[in-house]
């Protein structure tokens, strides 16, 4: 009896740290986008819903191509088909989030900025 309970435990301490890492992702992909966008000619994105909903839409991208293809959307994780993920989901974004806009040659910059501060900013993001 003991023991199912402690697996039970286990399990809601599981979904829990899944929930954390989730946010954390999140955030840490809001972090590195609104950096990303100031310093990128032609990124832009008005207001700090947008940014949240970007970060969003950029995680479920990224969430779903994994998933499904098994790339990662990362500039340095995948070289040269990472770096183009990264720049068509920056790029598609912006039909999804009102107030986020990027041109194509500002969504390869981008790539390549969001790449270098992600490489940058400390913690795992795998899930």
């Not at 946010?23 to 840490?28: E, I, M, N, W, Y």
């Not at 779903?64 to 720049?87: C, E, M, Q, R, Y």
């Not at 989901?89 to 806009?101: D, N, R």
Request: hydrophobic share 55%; charged share 5%.
């Amino acid at each position: 009896m003991a023991n199912n309970n402690t697996q039970s435990n286990s399990n809601t301490s599981n979904g829990i740290s899944t929930v954390w890492q989730i946010v954390g992702r999140l955030a840490t992909a809001a972090i590195v986008l609104a950096i990303t966008a100031f310093f990128t000619p032609g990124f832009s994105i008005n207001n700090i819903w947008a940014l949240a909903l970007a970060a969003v839409v950029l995680t479920i991208m990224d969430y779903l191509i994994i998933k499904f293809t098994g790339l990662h959307a990362s500039p340095f994780g995948k070289g040269f088909v990472g770096f183009a993920l990264a720049a068509i989901i920056l790029y598609l974004t912006q039909f999804f989030v009102a107030g986020y806009s990027i041109s194509w040659m500002a969504a390869i910059i981008g790539a390549l900025i969001y790449g270098v501060v992600d490489y940058f900013i400390p913690g795992s993001q795998q899930m």
